[in-house]
Protein backbone atom coordinates (compact mmCIF):
# COMPACT_ATOMS: atom_id res chain seq x y z
CA UNK A 1 0.00 0.00 0.00
CA UNK A 2 2.63 2.42 0.94
CA UNK A 3 4.46 2.51 -2.66
CA UNK A 4 0.86 4.15 -3.68
CA UNK A 5 0.56 6.34 -0.26
CA UNK A 6 1.99 9.53 0.32
CA UNK A 7 3.27 10.41 -2.91
CA UNK A 8 3.82 14.61 -2.58
CA UNK A 9 5.74 13.84 0.81
CA UNK A 10 7.96 10.67 -0.82
CA UNK A 11 8.94 13.67 -3.39
CA UNK A 12 10.27 16.08 -0.84
CA UNK A 13 12.36 13.10 0.60
CA UNK A 14 13.57 12.04 -2.61
CA UNK A 15 14.52 15.66 -3.39
CA UNK A 16 16.50 16.11 0.03
CA UNK A 17 18.02 12.22 -0.66
CA UNK A 18 18.88 13.58 -4.22
CA UNK A 19 20.75 16.87 -2.59
CA UNK A 20 23.21 14.28 -0.19
CA UNK A 21 20.89 15.47 2.99
CA UNK A 22 22.11 12.87 6.07
CA UNK A 23 19.57 14.25 8.58
CA UNK A 24 15.72 15.01 7.89
CA UNK A 25 13.23 16.45 9.67
CA UNK A 26 9.58 14.77 9.45
CA UNK A 27 7.12 17.22 10.96
CA UNK A 28 3.80 15.47 11.31
CA UNK A 29 1.06 13.02 13.26
CA UNK A 30 0.56 9.82 11.96
CA UNK A 31 3.84 7.61 13.24
CA UNK A 32 2.36 4.27 11.26
CA UNK A 33 2.06 6.51 7.86
CA UNK A 34 5.61 7.50 8.45
CA UNK A 35 6.87 4.16 8.54
CA UNK A 36 5.31 2.85 6.23
CA UNK A 37 6.23 6.03 3.66
CA UNK A 38 10.16 5.31 5.10
CA UNK A 39 10.22 1.46 4.10
CA UNK A 40 9.00 2.01 0.97
CA UNK A 41 11.37 4.84 0.41
CA UNK A 42 14.42 3.01 1.50
CA UNK A 43 13.52 -0.13 -0.73
CA UNK A 44 13.18 2.37 -3.21
CA UNK A 45 16.23 4.01 -2.51
CA UNK A 46 18.47 1.63 -1.79
CA UNK A 47 17.07 -1.38 -3.46
CA UNK A 48 16.21 -4.90 -1.64
CA UNK A 49 18.75 -4.35 0.59
CA UNK A 50 17.23 -0.86 2.15
CA UNK A 51 15.50 -1.15 5.37
CA UNK A 52 14.12 0.85 8.10
CA UNK A 53 15.58 0.68 12.49
CA UNK A 54 13.24 2.96 14.24
CA UNK A 55 13.59 3.97 17.91
CA UNK A 56 11.84 5.35 20.24
CA UNK A 57 12.99 6.78 24.09
CA UNK A 58 9.89 4.23 25.80
CA UNK A 59 11.17 0.87 23.82
CA UNK A 60 14.76 2.00 22.53
CA UNK A 61 15.85 0.32 19.20
CA UNK A 62 12.76 -2.44 19.54
CA UNK A 63 14.70 -5.84 18.60
CA UNK A 64 17.88 -4.45 17.51
CA UNK A 65 18.97 -3.57 21.40
CA UNK A 66 19.62 -5.75 24.72
CA UNK A 67 16.37 -6.71 25.77
CA UNK A 68 17.84 -6.17 29.36
CA UNK A 69 19.14 -2.19 28.68
CA UNK A 70 17.26 -0.34 25.66
CA UNK A 71 18.99 2.73 24.59
CA UNK A 72 16.29 4.69 25.97
CA UNK A 73 18.34 8.15 26.18
CA UNK A 74 18.23 10.35 23.42
CA UNK A 75 22.05 11.24 23.20
CA UNK A 76 23.05 7.59 23.60
CA UNK A 77 20.29 6.71 20.56
CA UNK A 78 22.49 9.23 18.19
CA UNK A 79 25.73 8.04 19.71
CA UNK A 80 24.84 4.50 18.59
CA UNK A 81 23.75 5.78 15.01
CA UNK A 82 26.84 7.27 14.40
CA UNK A 83 28.80 4.25 15.51
CA UNK A 84 27.15 2.71 13.23
CA UNK A 85 29.03 0.91 9.94
CA UNK A 86 29.10 3.33 6.85
CA UNK A 87 28.72 0.27 4.92
CA UNK A 88 25.48 -0.68 5.82
CA UNK A 89 22.42 1.11 3.45
CA UNK A 90 19.65 1.79 6.16
CA UNK A 91 17.37 4.62 7.72
CA UNK A 92 16.58 5.27 10.75
CA UNK A 93 13.69 7.20 12.39
CA UNK A 94 14.32 9.10 15.94
CA UNK A 95 11.16 9.20 17.00
CA UNK A 96 9.91 12.67 19.04
CA UNK A 97 13.91 13.88 19.47
CA UNK A 98 13.24 16.88 18.87
CA UNK A 99 11.36 17.35 22.10
CA UNK A 100 14.79 17.14 24.02
CA UNK A 101 16.16 19.99 22.50
CA UNK A 102 15.28 22.77 24.45
CA UNK A 103 16.81 20.93 27.27
CA UNK A 104 19.70 19.16 26.45
CA UNK A 105 22.04 20.99 24.27
CA UNK A 106 24.37 18.21 24.09
CA UNK A 107 21.95 16.37 22.14
CA UNK A 108 21.72 19.49 19.50
CA UNK A 109 25.71 19.38 19.17
CA UNK A 110 25.82 15.50 18.96
CA UNK A 111 22.79 15.90 15.90
CA UNK A 112 25.06 18.08 14.31
CA UNK A 113 28.59 15.89 15.07
CA UNK A 114 25.54 13.49 13.31
CA UNK A 115 25.09 15.20 9.82
CA UNK A 116 29.10 15.47 9.70
CA UNK A 117 29.85 12.08 10.71
CA UNK A 118 27.59 10.96 7.82
CA UNK A 119 27.63 13.41 5.01
CA UNK A 120 28.58 11.57 2.08
CA UNK A 121 27.70 7.76 4.25
CA UNK A 122 25.24 5.36 3.55
CA UNK A 123 23.24 6.05 5.98
CA UNK A 124 20.13 8.72 6.58
CA UNK A 125 17.97 9.59 10.09
CA UNK A 126 14.86 11.20 10.30
CA UNK A 127 14.29 12.96 13.55
CA UNK A 128 10.07 13.22 13.54
CA UNK A 129 7.97 15.06 15.70
CA UNK A 130 4.38 16.74 15.47
CA UNK A 131 5.55 20.57 16.40
CA UNK A 132 8.54 22.04 14.66
CA UNK A 133 11.15 22.45 17.37
CA UNK A 134 14.37 23.17 14.83
CA UNK A 135 17.08 25.16 16.73
CA UNK A 136 18.54 27.95 15.01
CA UNK A 137 21.90 26.08 14.89
CA UNK A 138 20.38 23.19 13.36
CA UNK A 139 18.55 25.01 10.47
CA UNK A 140 21.57 24.50 8.03
CA UNK A 141 22.09 21.03 8.85
CA UNK A 142 18.67 19.14 8.70
CA UNK A 143 16.06 18.74 5.64
CA UNK A 144 12.77 19.92 6.79
CA UNK A 145 9.44 17.44 5.49
CA UNK A 146 6.31 18.30 6.15
CA UNK A 147 3.97 15.50 5.63
CA UNK A 148 1.20 16.04 3.71
CA UNK A 149 -2.21 15.01 5.11
CA UNK A 150 -4.20 11.81 3.78
CA UNK A 151 -5.36 12.42 0.17
CA UNK A 152 -9.16 11.69 -0.55
CA UNK A 153 -7.48 8.34 -2.36
CA UNK A 154 -5.43 7.22 0.74
CA UNK A 155 -9.05 8.17 3.11
CA UNK A 156 -10.95 5.77 1.23
CA UNK A 157 -8.41 3.44 0.31
CA UNK A 158 -8.67 2.92 4.27
CA UNK A 159 -12.44 3.37 4.84
CA UNK A 160 -12.78 0.26 1.75
CA UNK A 161 -11.22 -1.89 4.21
CA UNK A 162 -13.35 -0.83 7.38
CA UNK A 163 -15.38 -2.80 8.71
CA UNK A 164 -19.07 -2.29 8.02
CA UNK A 165 -18.01 0.02 5.04
CA UNK A 166 -18.63 -2.56 2.34
CA UNK A 167 -22.35 -2.12 2.10
CA UNK A 168 -21.78 1.73 1.51
CA UNK A 169 -22.35 2.62 -2.22
CA UNK A 170 -18.97 3.82 -3.45
CA UNK A 171 -20.23 7.06 -4.60
CA UNK A 172 -21.11 7.93 -0.49
CA UNK A 173 -18.43 6.22 0.19
CA UNK A 174 -16.05 9.17 -1.97
CA UNK A 175 -18.12 11.62 -0.48
CA UNK A 176 -17.33 10.84 3.27
CA UNK A 177 -13.60 10.15 2.36
CA UNK A 178 -13.86 14.18 0.96
CA UNK A 179 -15.62 15.34 3.61
CA UNK A 180 -12.69 13.78 6.06
CA UNK A 181 -9.72 15.42 4.25
CA UNK A 182 -7.81 17.27 6.64
CA UNK A 183 -8.05 14.24 9.63
CA UNK A 184 -5.33 12.37 10.30
CA UNK A 185 -5.08 8.76 9.34
CA UNK A 186 -5.70 7.83 13.12
CA UNK A 187 -8.61 10.24 13.48
CA UNK A 188 -10.35 8.69 10.36
CA UNK A 189 -9.96 4.86 12.13
CA UNK A 190 -11.61 6.63 15.12
CA UNK A 191 -14.40 8.26 13.36
CA UNK A 192 -14.85 5.58 10.81
CA UNK A 193 -15.00 2.92 13.70
CA UNK A 194 -17.85 5.03 15.13
CA UNK A 195 -19.57 5.20 11.47
CA UNK A 196 -19.47 1.68 10.28
CA UNK A 197 -19.37 -0.03 12.73
CA UNK A 198 -22.99 -0.63 13.94
CA UNK A 199 -26.34 0.61 12.67
CA UNK A 200 -26.32 1.95 9.38
CA UNK A 201 -26.10 6.18 9.44
CA UNK A 202 -28.07 8.01 6.47
CA UNK A 203 -25.27 9.54 4.68
CA UNK A 204 -26.66 13.10 6.29
CA UNK A 205 -25.63 11.92 9.73
CA UNK A 206 -22.38 10.68 8.44
CA UNK A 207 -21.26 13.63 7.16
CA UNK A 208 -22.33 15.78 9.84
CA UNK A 209 -20.47 13.38 12.05
CA UNK A 210 -17.53 14.65 9.79
CA UNK A 211 -18.00 17.68 9.88
CA UNK A 212 -18.16 17.74 13.91
CA UNK A 213 -15.10 16.11 13.50
CA UNK A 214 -13.69 18.90 11.81
CA UNK A 215 -15.06 21.16 13.98
CA UNK A 216 -12.71 19.59 16.82
CA UNK A 217 -9.89 20.90 14.56
CA UNK A 218 -10.56 24.52 13.77
CA UNK A 219 -11.76 25.50 18.04
CA UNK A 220 -8.28 25.12 18.04
CA UNK A 221 -7.63 27.43 15.27
CA UNK A 222 -10.06 30.02 16.37
CA UNK A 223 -9.65 32.19 13.18
CA UNK A 224 -12.09 29.89 11.51
CA UNK A 225 -15.50 28.76 13.18
CA UNK A 226 -17.37 25.59 11.64
CA UNK A 227 -20.99 26.53 11.15
CA UNK A 228 -24.09 23.65 11.54
CA UNK A 229 -25.75 22.46 8.15
CA UNK A 230 -27.44 25.84 7.37
CA UNK A 231 -31.05 25.95 5.72
CA UNK A 232 -31.34 24.71 2.14
CA UNK A 233 -31.74 26.86 -1.21
CA UNK A 234 -35.58 25.92 -0.83
CA UNK A 235 -35.36 27.83 1.83
CA UNK A 236 -34.67 30.76 0.72
CA UNK A 237 -37.43 33.06 -0.83
CA UNK A 238 -36.21 34.53 -5.07
CA UNK A 239 -32.66 34.63 -6.12
CA UNK A 240 -33.80 32.54 -8.97
CA UNK A 241 -30.63 32.90 -11.34
CA UNK A 242 -28.34 32.48 -8.36
CA UNK A 243 -30.03 29.27 -7.33
CA UNK A 244 -29.60 28.40 -10.64
CA UNK A 245 -25.96 28.64 -10.97
CA UNK A 246 -25.28 26.92 -7.91
CA UNK A 247 -27.37 23.84 -8.67
CA UNK A 248 -25.94 23.33 -11.89
CA UNK A 249 -22.33 23.01 -10.58
CA UNK A 250 -23.65 20.56 -7.34
CA UNK A 251 -22.09 17.86 -9.39
CA UNK A 252 -18.69 19.00 -9.85
CA UNK A 253 -18.22 17.49 -6.06
CA UNK A 254 -18.55 14.42 -7.31
CA UNK A 255 -16.22 11.34 -7.42
CA UNK A 256 -16.81 10.72 -11.19
CA UNK A 257 -16.09 14.56 -11.81
CA UNK A 258 -13.13 14.28 -9.48
CA UNK A 259 -11.59 11.38 -11.69
CA UNK A 260 -12.06 13.51 -14.92
CA UNK A 261 -10.61 16.21 -13.65
CA UNK A 262 -13.02 18.96 -13.85
CA UNK A 263 -12.31 22.56 -12.83
CA UNK A 264 -14.30 23.08 -9.91
CA UNK A 265 -15.26 27.10 -9.07
CA UNK A 266 -13.58 29.08 -7.02
CA UNK A 267 -15.68 31.23 -6.00
CA UNK A 268 -18.64 34.09 -5.82
CA UNK A 269 -18.92 37.83 -4.60
CA UNK A 270 -22.49 38.80 -3.53
CA UNK A 271 -22.65 42.38 -3.05
CA UNK A 272 -25.76 44.76 -2.90
CA UNK A 273 -28.48 45.53 -0.18
CA UNK A 274 -28.21 44.53 3.26
CA UNK A 275 -30.72 42.44 5.04
CA UNK A 276 -31.26 41.05 1.03
CA UNK A 277 -29.89 37.43 1.70
CA UNK A 278 -26.31 37.71 0.58
CA UNK A 279 -25.14 35.83 3.77
CA UNK A 280 -27.77 33.46 4.22
CA UNK A 281 -27.05 32.95 0.19
CA UNK A 282 -23.40 32.03 1.38
CA UNK A 283 -24.47 29.64 3.60
CA UNK A 284 -26.84 27.48 1.26
CA UNK A 285 -23.90 27.12 -1.05
CA UNK A 286 -22.72 24.28 1.66
CA UNK A 287 -26.09 22.54 2.27
CA UNK A 288 -26.52 22.41 -1.53
CA UNK A 289 -22.91 21.20 -2.57
CA UNK A 290 -23.02 18.81 0.91
CA UNK A 291 -20.07 20.35 1.81
CA UNK A 292 -19.03 22.17 5.54
CA UNK A 293 -19.06 26.10 6.29
CA UNK A 294 -16.36 27.57 7.69
CA UNK A 295 -16.39 31.11 8.57
CA UNK A 296 -12.86 32.80 8.47
CA UNK A 297 -13.68 35.88 11.32
CA UNK A 298 -11.03 38.86 10.09
CA UNK A 299 -12.15 40.79 13.08
CA UNK A 300 -9.85 37.94 15.13
CA UNK A 301 -7.18 37.62 12.39
CA UNK A 302 -6.34 41.08 12.89
CA UNK A 303 -6.79 41.32 16.48
CA UNK A 304 -3.64 40.12 17.37
CA UNK A 305 -4.93 36.82 19.23
CA UNK A 306 -3.13 34.50 17.27
CA UNK A 307 -0.17 36.17 16.19
CA UNK A 308 1.07 38.64 13.62
CA UNK A 309 -2.25 39.61 11.16
CA UNK A 310 -0.25 38.22 8.35
CA UNK A 311 0.50 34.72 10.07
CA UNK A 312 -2.70 34.09 11.42
CA UNK A 313 -4.37 34.39 7.96
CA UNK A 314 -1.52 33.07 6.35
CA UNK A 315 -1.95 29.87 9.02
CA UNK A 316 -6.15 29.93 8.88
CA UNK A 317 -5.70 29.77 4.74
CA UNK A 318 -3.60 26.65 5.38
CA UNK A 319 -5.65 24.84 7.35
CA UNK A 320 -8.55 25.50 5.18
CA UNK A 321 -6.83 23.98 2.31
CA UNK A 322 -6.18 21.44 4.50
CA UNK A 323 -9.41 20.46 4.99
CA UNK A 324 -10.87 21.08 1.81
CA UNK A 325 -13.37 20.71 0.11
CA UNK A 326 -15.33 23.34 1.91
CA UNK A 327 -16.95 26.42 1.46
CA UNK A 328 -14.94 29.45 2.87
CA UNK A 329 -17.38 32.31 4.16
CA UNK A 330 -15.87 35.45 4.39
CA UNK A 331 -18.74 37.96 5.21
CA UNK A 332 -18.70 42.04 4.66
CA UNK A 333 -15.10 42.24 2.94
CA UNK A 334 -14.95 46.03 3.02
CA UNK A 335 -15.35 45.81 7.15
CA UNK A 336 -13.16 42.64 6.83
CA UNK A 337 -10.21 44.35 5.43
CA UNK A 338 -10.90 47.99 6.64
CA UNK A 339 -11.92 49.37 3.40
CA UNK A 340 -14.64 52.06 5.04
CA UNK A 341 -14.54 55.41 3.76
CA UNK A 342 -16.55 56.53 6.59
CA UNK A 343 -13.22 56.38 8.61
CA UNK A 344 -10.16 58.85 8.36
CA UNK A 345 -7.64 57.29 6.33
CA UNK A 346 -8.90 54.42 5.71
CA UNK A 347 -6.69 53.03 2.66
CA UNK A 348 -7.04 49.29 4.03
CA UNK A 349 -4.94 46.89 5.73
CA UNK A 350 -2.79 46.26 2.45
CA UNK A 351 -0.70 43.39 3.83
CA UNK A 352 -3.33 41.27 4.56
CA UNK A 353 -5.20 42.49 1.51
CA UNK A 354 -2.58 41.74 -0.46
CA UNK A 355 -2.23 38.45 0.53
CA UNK A 356 -5.70 37.58 0.22
CA UNK A 357 -5.40 38.71 -3.61
CA UNK A 358 -2.59 36.18 -3.74
CA UNK A 359 -4.31 33.14 -2.09
CA UNK A 360 -7.53 33.68 -4.35
CA UNK A 361 -5.45 33.23 -7.24
CA UNK A 362 -3.60 30.38 -6.51
CA UNK A 363 -5.29 28.47 -3.41
CA UNK A 364 -6.61 24.89 -3.42
CA UNK A 365 -9.63 24.43 -6.00
CA UNK A 366 -11.40 22.75 -3.55
CA UNK A 367 -11.76 26.00 -1.34
CA UNK A 368 -14.66 27.69 -2.56
CA UNK A 369 -14.84 31.29 -1.20
CA UNK A 370 -18.40 32.67 -0.59
CA UNK A 371 -17.52 36.41 0.25
CA UNK A 372 -20.00 39.60 0.91
CA UNK A 373 -19.77 43.19 0.30
CA UNK A 374 -22.36 46.05 1.00
CA UNK A 375 -20.27 49.15 -0.12
CA UNK A 376 -18.98 47.37 -2.49
CA UNK A 377 -17.69 50.07 -4.66
CA UNK A 378 -15.39 50.62 -1.97
CA UNK A 379 -13.35 47.57 -2.68
CA UNK A 380 -10.02 47.70 -5.39
CA UNK A 381 -11.55 46.83 -8.60
CA UNK A 382 -8.39 43.92 -8.86
CA UNK A 383 -10.10 41.94 -6.24
CA UNK A 384 -13.11 41.33 -9.04
CA UNK A 385 -11.33 40.34 -12.36
CA UNK A 386 -12.24 36.67 -13.33
CA UNK A 387 -10.27 33.85 -11.96
CA UNK A 388 -10.77 35.04 -8.54
CA UNK A 389 -14.35 34.96 -8.09
CA UNK A 390 -16.46 32.59 -11.00
CA UNK A 391 -19.49 35.65 -10.70
CA UNK A 392 -20.39 38.38 -8.96
CA UNK A 393 -23.73 38.35 -7.78
CA UNK A 394 -25.86 41.59 -7.32
CA UNK A 395 -28.93 40.93 -4.56
CA UNK A 396 -31.48 43.72 -4.52
CA UNK A 397 -34.72 44.60 -2.29
CA UNK A 398 -37.01 41.64 -3.33
CA UNK A 399 -39.87 42.03 -6.26
CA UNK A 400 -43.18 41.24 -5.49
CA UNK A 401 -43.15 38.11 -6.86
CA UNK A 402 -39.86 37.41 -4.22
CA UNK A 403 -41.83 39.12 -1.09
CA UNK A 404 -44.77 36.66 -1.65
CA UNK A 405 -42.60 33.82 -0.99
CA UNK A 406 -40.42 35.09 1.54
CA UNK A 407 -44.12 35.88 3.23
CA UNK A 408 -45.04 32.23 2.40
CA UNK A 409 -42.07 30.88 3.93
CA UNK A 410 -42.28 33.18 7.05
CA UNK A 411 -46.08 32.47 7.81
CA UNK A 412 -45.50 28.86 7.54
CA UNK A 413 -41.73 28.70 9.80
CA UNK A 414 -43.73 30.38 13.05
CA UNK A 415 -46.57 28.53 12.47
CA UNK A 416 -49.27 30.68 10.56
CA UNK A 417 -52.22 29.03 8.24
CA UNK A 418 -51.67 30.59 4.54
CA UNK A 419 -55.53 30.80 4.64
CA UNK A 420 -55.65 33.38 7.11
CA UNK A 421 -53.26 35.43 4.81
CA UNK A 422 -53.73 37.44 1.00
CA UNK A 423 -49.91 37.31 0.13
CA UNK A 424 -50.47 39.33 -2.78
CA UNK A 425 -51.70 42.08 -0.73
CA UNK A 426 -49.02 42.11 1.82
CA UNK A 427 -46.27 41.81 -0.39
CA UNK A 428 -48.20 44.96 -1.96
CA UNK A 429 -47.66 46.78 1.62
CA UNK A 430 -44.30 45.62 1.69
CA UNK A 431 -42.82 47.32 -1.27
CA UNK A 432 -39.28 48.69 -1.33
CA UNK A 433 -38.34 46.25 2.01
CA UNK A 434 -35.42 43.73 2.52
CA UNK A 435 -36.21 40.38 3.05
CA UNK A 436 -34.68 40.61 6.60
CA UNK A 437 -37.37 43.16 7.53
CA UNK A 438 -40.46 41.37 6.85
CA UNK A 439 -38.71 38.05 8.07
CA UNK A 440 -38.83 40.43 11.16
CA UNK A 441 -42.21 41.60 10.62
CA UNK A 442 -43.44 38.04 10.40
CA UNK A 443 -41.37 37.51 13.59
CA UNK A 444 -43.13 40.37 15.66
CA UNK A 445 -46.65 39.53 14.64
CA UNK A 446 -45.76 35.91 15.91
CA UNK A 447 -44.48 37.54 19.45
CA UNK A 448 -47.78 39.87 19.84
CA UNK A 449 -50.19 36.92 19.06
CA UNK A 450 -48.37 34.85 21.14
CA UNK A 451 -48.65 37.38 24.50
CA UNK A 452 -52.63 37.32 23.39
CA UNK A 453 -52.64 33.58 23.12
CA UNK A 454 -53.41 33.03 20.12
CA UNK A 455 -52.47 32.48 16.24
CA UNK A 456 -51.22 35.38 14.78
CA UNK A 457 -52.81 36.73 11.28
CA UNK A 458 -52.92 38.91 8.64
CA UNK A 459 -53.41 41.83 10.85
CA UNK A 460 -51.05 41.22 13.20
CA UNK A 461 -48.05 41.73 10.34
CA UNK A 462 -49.58 44.59 8.81
CA UNK A 463 -50.03 45.79 12.31
CA UNK A 464 -45.98 45.87 12.63
CA UNK A 465 -45.65 46.84 8.54
CA UNK A 466 -46.92 49.86 9.37
CA UNK A 467 -44.87 50.73 12.54
CA UNK A 468 -41.70 50.18 10.94
CA UNK A 469 -39.89 52.55 8.75
CA UNK A 470 -37.74 50.34 5.77
CA UNK A 471 -34.40 50.41 5.49
CA UNK A 472 -35.04 51.68 1.70
CA UNK A 473 -36.67 54.79 2.76
CA UNK A 474 -34.25 55.35 5.71
CA UNK A 475 -31.13 54.72 3.23
CA UNK A 476 -32.19 56.00 0.04
CA UNK A 477 -29.20 57.46 -0.99
CA UNK A 478 -26.93 55.05 -0.47
CA UNK A 479 -29.10 52.29 -1.83
CA UNK A 480 -29.56 54.28 -4.93
CA UNK A 481 -25.15 54.88 -5.26
CA UNK A 482 -24.54 50.82 -4.74
CA UNK A 483 -27.72 50.39 -7.57
CA UNK A 484 -25.60 53.04 -9.82
CA UNK A 485 -22.91 51.18 -9.02
CA UNK A 486 -23.57 47.67 -9.90
CA UNK A 487 -25.31 48.57 -13.18
CA UNK A 488 -23.90 46.08 -15.99
CA UNK A 489 -20.96 45.28 -13.57
CA UNK A 490 -22.99 42.21 -11.74
CA UNK A 491 -25.26 39.62 -12.71
CA UNK A 492 -28.66 40.06 -10.71
CA UNK A 493 -29.56 37.22 -8.35
CA UNK A 494 -33.33 37.31 -9.03
CA UNK A 495 -35.26 37.41 -12.50
CA UNK A 496 -37.54 39.83 -13.50
CA UNK A 497 -41.15 39.77 -11.76
CA UNK A 498 -44.04 38.13 -13.62
CA UNK A 499 -46.06 40.76 -15.41
CA UNK A 500 -49.02 39.84 -13.62
CA UNK A 501 -49.85 42.59 -10.67
CA UNK A 502 -51.69 39.98 -8.49
CA UNK A 503 -54.25 41.02 -6.50
CA UNK A 504 -53.82 43.49 -3.88
CA UNK A 505 -57.01 44.11 -2.98
CA UNK A 506 -58.31 44.04 0.34
CA UNK A 507 -57.25 41.27 2.99
CA UNK A 508 -59.13 38.04 3.40
CA UNK A 509 -61.05 38.49 7.22
CA UNK A 510 -58.39 37.10 10.00
CA UNK A 511 -59.17 36.28 13.20
Known amino acids: ?29 D ?49 RVSAGPDAEPRMVLLKDLPTWFDANPALVRGVRDLYYRLKGGRTVVFLSCPLLKLPEILKKEVFLVEMDLP ?60 QEEKGQILRKESCLELYPPQPSLDQIGGLENLKEWVRTRADLFSEKAWRDKVPLPAGVLFMGVSGCGKSMAAK ?28 AFARATRIAEEIAPMVLWVDELENAFGFDSHAAGSAGNVNIFSSFLTWLQEKSPRVFVAATANRIQQLPAELMRKGRFDQLFFLDLPNVDERKEILRIHVLRHGGHLEDFNLNYMAASTEGWSGAEIEQAVKSARIDAYREDRTFNQRDVIRNVIDTVPLS ?25 SSGKGDAGPPKAAE
Not at 177 to 190: C, D, K, P, Q, W
Not at 305 to 311: A, L
Not at 480 to 495: D, G, L, Y
Open 284 to 311: AIATAWNLPLVRLDMSLVLSGSFGTPEY
Open 31 to 79: EDRMERLLRSVARSYYGEDGHLRVWSASHGFGADDDPAAPTADPLAAVA
Open 1 to 29: MAGRLENQTARKILRGLQSHYPVFYLLGW
Open 473 to 497: RTMMEQIREIKSWVFQRAINASRPE
Open 151 to 210: TESEVLEQLAVTRGAQEIPRDQLFRVAAGMRGLSLNEVGHLSARLFRGKPMPEAEMLAAV
